[in-house]
């Protein structure tokens, strides 16, 4: 247990010091949302009914950045190999891994998108509901993008194919996130169901995403 | 008994001799599907002529399906025993599955015009369809990108299985997201309802079209295993080049 909160604290460490991405998946999540009304037109109606699929869309996509160094830099360096020897599971080094990751990448964009809901017009329930999606639902993003890094890992240049390989995996999560955060806010659908499959989508995810990329990263040696 | 055929020298040996039995039966059942398609199936009284799309759009579709099963297959054979001809098998299944998979949208989308008025809707179905095709350029592109084959193949049998795991998830979220596609009309609990002048024609065209992917399989894995033993023998000659340089 103390290997894996090291690993935890070592992965945070790193990403906030010089090199790493931490806030860069925040940035880059207010980048897409201030593009899309350029594109789209200033149309505070259009923009507010639309507006959790565009901040789902920017979790998508924010939650790439960084991903395809999750296990390269380690790759690199050796630290990987040290990880492979240690008496923890990969799996659980992978688990540790992901943790870090989502929280740089993932907690913050669910913490934010209230702030952000205001420059797409959502009210109050809008922005909590893109809130509570993002937290039940990004974990899933992170899970499978690492399944796709692990592939990924001793690839060179190796970010943009990673983005081809995750992204049709994701499609489950976005639809049942802005389908969630939708009926939050009015229609036939109660709230529930779909945050319950988003959740179920999540639990599942944990479970393939980190047996499946310690397995990628034993194959790939 | 099997282990003695997945040999790769016997495989190219079986494959070789199986091979123009196998594209002769494509020729025939195509040929008579082909032939019971244009002549002996009627136009449907609403959808007129253009209800022939259907014995290439439906095949095509059933084969995206098949080739990605049989892909999956496949990975489990190349991370369970590392067999090499499972890496083939494989490989050689991936670009096939593409094209039919693109068939499958490209037909679709030419019966749509017609039917719905457009080319492309949003509907489940299509759009499940585009997700397998995005899939399968996914498989397609890992392979071109690690150059050593047999962790190429392991990689690829990775994601193959995580994408086959998804794929029934991805249909689920689609259809729960839209749906306007008719439901499905051949396989049912109640049988078909499909009338049986159209129905025999169209599992004819899937039966041939089933052989038309077996063969193409095949003779892709026999390309695939002599593209293997020239990469080897290549290698195998720059070493022995470097070896007389460092003697010279």
Redesign the interface.
Same mark, same amino acid.
């Given at each position: 247990m103390s290997a894996f909160l090291a690993l935890v604290r070592r992965d945070l460490k790193l990403s906030a010091r010089v090199g790493g991405s931490g806030w860069l998946g925040l940035v880059f999540f207010l980048m897409i949302v201030t593009l899309v009304p350029f594109g789209l037109g200033p149309d505070l109606n259009l923009l507010s009914r639309i507006g959790p699929a565009i901040l789902w869309i920017g979790a998508v996509l924010a939650t790439l950045i960084g991903l395809d160094r999750l296990f390269q830099a380690d790759e690199e360096d050796g630290s990987l190999d040290l990880m492979t020897a240690s008496p923890l599971p990969l799996e659980l080094v992978v688990l540790a891994k992901v943790i870090a990751h989502w929280l740089t990448t993932g907690l913050p964009l669910a913490l934010a998108a209230p702030l952000f809901g205001l420059l797409v017009a959502l009210d109050g329930v809008g922005m909590a509901a893109v809130s509570v999606t993002l937290l039940v639902g990004t974990p899933a993003l992170t899970f499978i993008g690492a399944?796709g890094a692990a /592939?990924?890992a001793?690839?060179r240049r190796?970010g943009l &194919?990673l983005a081809? /390989?995750v /992204? +049709? /995996?994701m &499609? +489950?999560t976005l &639809?049942?996130g802005v389908?969630a955060a939708n009926a939050a806010r009015g229609g036939d659908i109660p709230f529930g169901t +779909?945050l319950m499959?988003l959740a179920a989508?999540t639990l =599942?995810t944990a479970v =393939?995403g980190t047996v499946?990329a310690a397995?990628?990263l034993r194959?790939?040696e | 008994m099997l282990t003695k055929l997945a040999n790769p020298s016997t495989f190219l040996r079986w494959s070789g001799a199986l091979l123009p039995w196998l594209a002769g039966l494509t020729v025939a059942t195509l040929g008579i599907g082909l032939w019971m398609a244009w002549f002996v199936a009627p136009a449907d009284y609403q959808q007129g002529e253009t209800i022939r799309i259907m014995y290439i759009h439906v095949p095509a579709a059933w084969l995206a399906l098949f080739l990605y099963a049989m892909m999956s297959a496949s990975a489990i054979g190349t991370l369970v025993w590392r067999h090499p001809l499972a890496d083939v098998s494989q490989k050689a299944a991936a670009p096939i599955g593409a094209a039919f998979t693109l068939v499958c949208l490209i037909t679709g989308a030419l019966w749509g015009k017609p039917m719905w008025g457009t080319y492309w809707v949003w509907d489940a179905r299509l759009t499940s369809v585009l997700v397998l095709f995005l899939v399968y350029a996914g498989i397609i592109a890992l392979w071109r990108t690690i150059e050593d084959p047999s962790r190429a193949a392991r990689a690829v049998a990775i994601l193959t299985l995580v994408g086959a795991l998804n794929l029934p998830i991805v249909k689920f979220s689609v259809d729960w997201w839209n749906t306007l596609h008719q439901p499905a009309s051949v396989f049912r609990m109640d049988g078909p309802t499909i009338y049986p002048t159209m129905l025999y024609p169209l599992l004819v065209m899937a039966l041939g079209v089933t052989f038309l992917a077996l063969t193409m399989h095949m003779y892709a894995m026999r390309t695939e295993v002599y593209r293997r033993r020239v990469r080897t023998l290549s290698i195998l000659e720059a070493e022995r080049l470097d070896e007389r340089r460092l003697a010279a």
């Open positions: 399944v /592939l990924t001793t690839i190796g &194919i081809i /390989l /992204l +049709p /995996l &499609i +489950p &639809i049942f389908s +779909p499959i989508i =599942v =393939v499946g397995l990628a194959q790939g | -």
